[in-house]
């Protein structure tokens, strides 16, 4: 861990680290550490990086312009939010399109977690659509996409809009796995057509 | 001329399959589906033959999206070849019907068989008659056919009267017919025997004034198909929804078990959720089909490729494409499919494949070329826009460039190229100067791409501080690696301070590759307008590269 800390916001490569420690089971303790997640595991070119949690967090806001923007605009909503605690309240939407406090909204404050679209694990997401696409799954295999929202939006949150964004993206991506079908009373547009059920083929 | 060789355009322009159209049937999943139909008449027929003749019935649902060949595949059943003598098929469209009434329904599926099925029943049973007829004991056979002793010292023949009804210049004697089959037919079925024999212009059912009245008549038929042709009655009931009189009208039919009958229900998965919500009894039974005939992927790229090479061969009287064409054809197919979702379907796409051959045949083309496949949908869809990329880039463009892609040694040094023209042209503009450019990115670029066959390439370049009109960059280092994991995300650069030396690292989706590589070839040929060098510097600025 200490080797790892030291590294600082460039991170070791876990080869290296593995060369160095040749003796310890360095996968066993890398694996541990990074399911207490101090430690955090990303790709770095072609190779596996390490970081401590917070040297991550550093690196990212260095590398990542999307991640850089998402937390600067975090930062100031946290201190819009505590000026603002009894005032008005500040809409998510004046955050995302990157406006200021001037832009105040009368959106309830519980709103402002809702929309945190950008800050999903899409990849958890994408595991978690499909389970619940699954557990779902009548005999035809088509499922209702108003049915999976409502079950994922006890874990998710997202408005609606991010929700299908977030689904056309998959479905998108692996329109190999999954089959879209028309009709229904929400979900994606296609060729003008809103499609409500989706299905793994 | 149209090209490959094809004498007419051999895809359909109709938004819904006529019957020409309907001849071809393409497809894995398309032609497994139909194979699943023809098995269901086949297990029919052996179970009557086995149970001697006891009534049997079948229920097959068909299931899947609009546009995806449902309709198509129910109309090529009607008239292929495989069921030609073992059923006769009614299609029926739900969605021509209105209102929905039961004579309407009752009309609608008897018009639904084809002029052809009901002159070969009529022939069937004319020739049954002539066959008691001429037997000792025929005497009220040969009456229906009006043959008296006046025709025998002619020399008048039974088959010539029976040329005589089925040419229309002579009308059988009903009442002689009503009398030969009253002991073996019901009343209900005397009656349709009396209106198929007496077709002249068309076929007129016998009228109905009720549910009752009209389910006794599609079973008499049924059943006079059966004793005269041998053959299973086949309902299609195309478009099925949740209307009311509708979901009356099949839950009443699948009840009935009409004999020796196949009852085909054509639904998408919604109008299936509606009739699940809206009449549960229903609903429950068509669970309980004796086949589900699921067309899974039917619009999959596989499905669509295999079908637009079907339509072209089949335009060649069977003849396929060389290779090559074939390959080339896949190829951009494939490519409209991934670029726009609205083409991952069937109906979609052929309809693009019929307005581009026409195209190509005005062109002149002997094959689909890029600028007829951009031609045709600018044309077709003008609103349609190939996303996420920067550059304008034409959609003929976008195809040629991922056809290149293929090459990967090619496009190695093209995006080498691509990225000193961008360096360049950020620099001739005034953006930044070429020692700032230095120190943003180092003394190396690694550049890792997806290109379009699935593979990731890794690049790197040293930047050298050439000439004074120019950043000099030169390939030192080049490696493929068909194993990278990463995922791919557009623009994403770091700097990779932990090696020794600076270096800029830039991920490089497909879409920033297209932009890239058309970018080049601008540069190269002086050919960037004012509008592009704005985009190629919101390009560069979002590669970080100044």
Known sequence: MRRISLSGRNGIKRTDIKKEFQHMPVDEIVESLLETREVVMDKKGTAFYLWEAENYLQHILTTDKKFRLLYRKIEELKVILESNLDQKMISPVSLATGYTSQYVLDRPAHDLFQDHRVAIDKDQFERDFRLVLQHNSSTSGWVSLLKIREEMNEKYRVTREDFYSLVEEIANKDYETYELSSGGSEGIILRGLLHGFIRCI | ?546
């Open chain 2, 1 to 546: 001329m149209y090209p490959y060789g094809l004498a007419k355009n051999p895809f359909p322009s109709a938004a819904t399959p006529g019957n020409e159209d309907i001849m071809l049937l393409g497809g894995e999943r398309h032609k497994k589906a139909k194979s699943l139909a023809v098995a269901c008449v086949e297990d029919i027929e052996n179970k009557i033959q086995q149970e001697d003749g006891a009534t049997q019935f079948r229920l097959v649902t068909v299931t899947q999206d609009v546009g995806s060949g449902k309709t198509h595949l129910a109309l090529h059943l009607r008239n292929c070849r495989e069921l030609s003598d073992k059923a006769m098929v009614s299609f029926t469209d739900l969605s021509q019907l209105l209102p929905r009434t039961i004579i309407n329904f009752y009309n609608a599926m008897m018009k639904g068989f084809s002029k052809h099925h009901f002159d070969q029943l009529r022939q069937a049973i004319l020739n049954d008659l002539q066959e008691r007829a001429a037997r000792d004991d025929g005497k009220d056979c040969r009456k229906v056919f009006g043959y008296s002793l006046w025709d025998r010292l002619k020399g008048n023949s039974l088959e010539t009267k029976k040329r005589l009804i089925l040419d229309n210049r002579f009308s059988h004697n009903k009442k002689a017919l009503e009398k030969v089959f009253s002991k073996s037919f019901t009343e209900a079925e005397i009656s349709m025997i009396q209106s198929i024999v007496g077709i002249d212009a068309g076929f007129n059912p016998p009228e109905v004034e009720n549910l009752n009245e009209m389910l006794f008549n599609l079973g008499a038929l049924a059943k006079i198909n059966r004793r005269f042709l041998d053959r299973v009655t086949v309902f299609e009931i195309d478009e099925c929804d949740s209307d009311r009189s509708s979901m009356d009208l099949l839950k009443a039919m699948i009840n009935l078990h009409l004999p020796s009958t196949v009852l085909l229900v054509v639904l998408t998965p919604a109008a299936y959720e509606d009739i699940r919500n809206c009449n549960s009894s229903l609903y429950d039974r068509l669970e309980k089909a004796n086949y589900r005939i699921d067309l899974a992927g039917s619009n999959a790229l596989e499905e669509i490729s295999e079908i637009i090479l079907e339509y072209i061969t089949f335009g060649r009287k069977q003849k396929p494409i060389d290779a090559s064409e074939q390959a080339d054809i896949r190829k951009k197919v494939k490519i409209l499919y991934e670029e726009f979702p609205e083409f991952r379907n069937i109906r979609s796409m052929i309809n693009v494949m019929y307005h581009t051959i026409e195209r190509a045949s005005r062109n002149s083309s002997r094959t689909i070329d890029e600028h007829t496949l951009d031609q045709t949908i600018t044309s077709i869809y003008p609103g349609l826009k190939l996303r996420e990329n920067f550059m304008s880039v034409p959609i003929s463009e976008f195809i040629k460039i991922a056809e290149e892609s293929m090459n990967i040694e090619e496009i190695k040094s093209r995006v080498a190229m691509a990225i000193k023209a961008l360096l360049n042209c950020a620099s001739d503009n005034g953006r930044v100067t070429k020692d700032a450019l230095l120190r943003k990115n180092g003394r190396r670029i690694e550049v890792e791409f997806d290109d379009f066959v699935g593979r990731k390439t890794s690049l790197e370049f040293s930047i050298v501080n050439g000439n004074s009109e120019s950043v000099g960059i030169s390939a030192i280092q080049q490696q493929d690696d068909n194993q990278l994991e990463s995922s791919m995300k557009p623009g994403i650069l770091s700097p990779d301070v932990n090696q020794e030396r600076a270096s800029m690292q830039v991920q490089v989706n497909r879409h920033v590759l297209v932009d890239l590589l058309y970018f080049g070839n601008k540069y190269s040929n002086n050919q960037v307008g004012n509008d592009e060098v704005h985009r190629a510097l919101a390009l560069g600025e979002s590669l970080n590269l100044y």
